[in-house]
């Protein structure tokens, strides 16, 4: 078996240090940015269910037996309004 020379160890090490280091970098700013976004996805979603709520609210819109239903008489008069 032939001897390595130190200096190529070291030398090789602190290359394999550095890329893991990189790499390690780059995941963690991957996973930052997966997180922010995640985050700034679940706040629009709040908006968005809030706002359809309000919508709801205004054209009259009731939660009838736990679902989101349109009473018939409200149904026809919506569907009306369409044409």
Do not use: H
Not at 28 to 38: E, N
Not at 55 to 75: D, R
Request: net charge negative.
């Amino acid at each position: 078996i032939a001897e390595t020379d130190p200096k190529t160890e070291r030398e090789l090490t602190s290359v394999v240090q550095t890329l893991l280091k990189q790499i390690q970098d780059k995941f963690q700013t991957m996973s930052d940015q997966i997180i922010w976004r995640t985050d700034d996805m679940s706040s629009c979603i709040d908006d968005l269910e809030k706002n359809i709520a309000d919508l709801m609210t205004q054209a009259g819109v009731e939660e009838l037996e736990g679902k989101n239903k349109i009473p018939a008489a409200q149904e026809v008069k919506v569907a009306n309004n369409l044409y």
